[in-house]
């Protein structure tokens, strides 16, 4: 792999504290960092997605499926079995079952690390829903509450590792690095076409008791996570205008992409920022509250 000079690293550095000074986010790729780096920012992901999926369908995490991957970190906070139906429940524990295999490869392949801190409770997936539709919701969204809820909470989560994973290939060097991050991209891209389409089954429907359908929901969480992500439109909503519809001739989104229908692609510190819920890579909070792990997460986080 070859080194960074150290004229490319102090220009990385300096664009990243002028960022930081003016508060514009940085949306380049992750210039001073090695593919063992940078793939281990997806695995915060993979330890949120596992927890998440497998808790909501059994009510069990991975401290009860394989704890040794967990490597002794704190077990997640408020996260409980979810009321799915059959279907769902199927799906959602596929999922889990899925995600403690990108951890095992991602710390067999790569190197891991303990589990985070993670913080899948309901008042955490509350206050991401006030912060999307911009007022609070009452009664408090509840993502465990029923199986129309928890696709919603969903429709946060297998996204934002799947953008993650198309804006890191481009920066890896290893063959190792490349085809591994290509298979867990594959398998993330059809966890969120489900979730899309089960929701896009139902994007006319009211959320009870909310006077706002599915379909509008997911607008505004894509908004949402466009907002704390800070580099642009790279997510959308279950149903766009035409002019972001595929060839501008649909409404229907149910695979969100580019005007060439290319997948879109955000940087470590883009992720960073919408699973913070802060809209900065330096400042934890939301799903994980003592923020990730990794040595580019804490790098940020010593910077703050």
Do not use: W
Not at 145 to 159: E, Q
Not at 170 to 193: C, F, I, K, M, W
Not at 246 to 271: G, K
């Amino acid at each position: 792999m070859a080194v960074p000079s150290l004229l490319a690293t102090a220009a990385f550095l300096l664009v990243l504290k002028a960022n930081m000074i003016m508060g514009a986010p940085y949306c380049g790729p992750v210039i001073v960092a090695s593919d063992f780096d940078l793939v281990q920012v997806a695995l915060n992901l993979e330890f949120l997605e596992a927890e998440f999926f497998l808790i909501g369908a059994n009510g069990e995490g991975l401290d009860t499926i394989a704890p040794n991957l967990a490597q002794g970190g704190p077990p997640p906070v408020g996260a409980r079995k979810a009321n799915l139906d059959y279907t769902t429940h199927r799906i959602i524990q596929e999922f889990g079952f899925e995600e403690v295999g990108h951890i095992r490869a991602i710390s067999s392949r790569i190197g891991g690390f303990p589990r985070p801190q993670l913080n899948l409770s309901s008042q955490i997936f509350a206050t991401i829903f006030d912060q999307a539709v911009g007022f609070p919701l009452v009664p408090q969204f509840d993502p465990y509450a029923n199986t129309l809820n928890y696709l919603l909470a969903s429709y946060m989560i297998p996204y934002v590792g799947l953008v993650g994973y198309v804006g890191t290939i481009p920066s890896l060097v290893t063959y190792n690095a490349r085809s591994l991050v290509a298979s867990l991209l594959g398998v993330e891209a059809g966890q969120d076409a489900v979730i899309r389409t089960l929701l896009y089954n139902r994007a006319n429907e009211t959320v009870l008791p909310y006077n706002l359908t599915v379909a509008e929901f997911t607008v505004q969480l894509s908004n949402l996570k466009n907002r704390l992500a800070g580099c642009g439109n790279k997510d959308e909503g279950l149903i766009v205008p035409p002019e972001l519809g595929a060839e501008n001739r649909t409404t229907s989104n149910i695979l969100s992409a580019d005007s060439d229908s290319l997948s879109y692609a955000r940087n470590a510190y883009e992720i960073f920022r919408i699973i913070y819920g802060t809209g900065n890579e330096h400042l934890p909070g939301g799903f994980l509250p003592r923020g990730g792990n990794g040595k580019i997460a804490k790098g940020l986080l010593i910077k703050a």
